[in-house]
């Protein structure tokens, strides 16, 4: 399976869209740490848009630059170099006064809830409420609590609760101000993962029902794949793709993307015919004719069946080890293609399903799954 287009075109495609007026804005961003022994770049040359309730991830490895660019969104970083528009006018730019946070009609929540601790969890989430009346800002303060499941925890304070409650508390009082954009950086990422999960999805819908536009920083794929519409991936301070989880899943512009999105077989070969021949069978690709390719193959990708037979098959595939991880089966297998190739790969099955060690299997091969790309 092979994607033609660039990483430009996609970036073309996002600025100039205009079906639907943005609510975020970000052209041409660089950003740079003086402060740091090389003076280095943490974000180069970003640009991309989001709309009003869209969930849009910031993803990528530590250090990749997302969270300088959410501060820089933010107003905690001041704009070195681009523009930001917010709602069709300019935000920031070069020579622009810097407007702070508070200016800026944006809700923050982060991986630490930062909780008020001498206030209750009810005045926590009414403190940026200030210029409605009691009654409103009880109100709204109220509904938003029962939506994250913490109204019967109004009246106690931020230490009595656990830290899965003190994060929906943290995301109700960044709510509560009705912000039309959600900053969110790495805000479940403190959490065990049983509770990590129920309260993302909470969150999840919470967001999409009071449409706030949201900006969510996370370094975990399953994360992004689940909170987002749309995904944009960050390496070394640049974009390397952005699209639908689908999108970047089943048509990855980069072998950045699709490792990035778990384990991976790497096989190589040569174009031939249209085609690279592997060990596992032929993968289609318009790479030119005789040039050297990599191969990425996922684990799910490959299909294991048993061959039941008393006979030895030196000459078939064969396991190596399987191990159950809960909901699949991870098979290491030594695969045998026809042609006398062989390739040591892991195979991700469904369920329980765990042959013997030495037992021959036939290896199939799901071309949506494998991705071709020059050697280099």
Do not use: W
Not at 45 to 56: A, I, K, Y
Not at 148 to 158: Q, R
Not at 247 to 256: A, G, K, N, R, T
Not at 309 to 318: E, G
């Amino acid at each position: 399976m092979e994607t033609t287009s660039t990483i430009a075109d996609t970036l073309d495609d996002e600025l100039s869209d205009q079906s639907a007026s943005p609510l975020l804005e970000v052209h041409g961003v660089r950003h740079r740490y003086a402060q740091a022994s090389t003076g280095s770049v943490a974000v180069e040359d970003v640009s991309f848009v989001m709309h009003q309730g869209e969930v849009l991830c910031l993803l990528g490895p530590s250090g990749c630059g997302k969270t300088t660019l959410l501060r820089v969104v933010a107003g905690l970083e001041e704009l070195q170099e681009g523009e930001l528009r917010f709602n069709g006018q300019t935000l920031a730019t070069q020579g622009m006064p810097h407007v702070p946070p508070e200016k800026r009609s944006v809700g923050l929540a982060f991986q630490e809830s930062a909780l008020f601790p001498h206030l209750s969890v009810l005045d926590n989430v009414t403190f940026g409420l200030k210029s409605l009346p009691p009654k409103q800002r009880r109100m709204r303060a109220m509904q938003l609590l029962d939506q994250l499941g913490m109204a019967a925890y109004a009246d106690v304070f931020p230490h009595t609760l656990s830290g899965g409650q003190q994060q929906r508390v943290a995301l109700a009082r960044a709510l509560a101000p009705s912000p039309q954009l959600m900053l969110l950086d790495e805000p479940f990422s403190s959490l065990d993962a049983r509770l990590r999960d129920r309260i993302r999805d909470d969150t999840l819908h919470v967001l999409k029902q009071v449409g706030a536009g949201t900006l969510l920083v996370t370094h975990d794929p399953e994360e992004a794949m689940f909170m987002a519409d749309r995904i944009v991936l960050m390496r070394d301070g640049r974009i390397v793709q952005i699209g639908t989880p689908q999108e970047l899943y089943c048509h990855p512009l980069d072998p950045f993307v699709v490792t990035f999105f778990g384990e991976v077989n790497h096989l190589e070969g040569v174009v031939a015919n249209g085609f690279v021949h592997t060990a596992v069978g032929p993968v289609a690709t318009n790479l030119a004719e005789g040039s050297r390719v990599q191969v990425l193959v996922r684990p799910e990708a490959l299909r294991v069946v048993e061959i039941k037979s008393d006979v030895p098959h030196d000459h078939h595939s064969h396991v190596l080890i399987a191990r159950l991880l809960g909901r699949s089966s991870l098979l290491h297998i030594c695969v045998h293609g026809t042609d006398g190739q062989e390739a040591h790969l892991h195979a991700r099955m469904p369920g329980v399903f765990l042959p013997e060690e030495g037992q021959a299997v036939q290896v199939s091969l799901d071309p949506s799954q494998a991705f071709v790309f020059p050697a280099d």
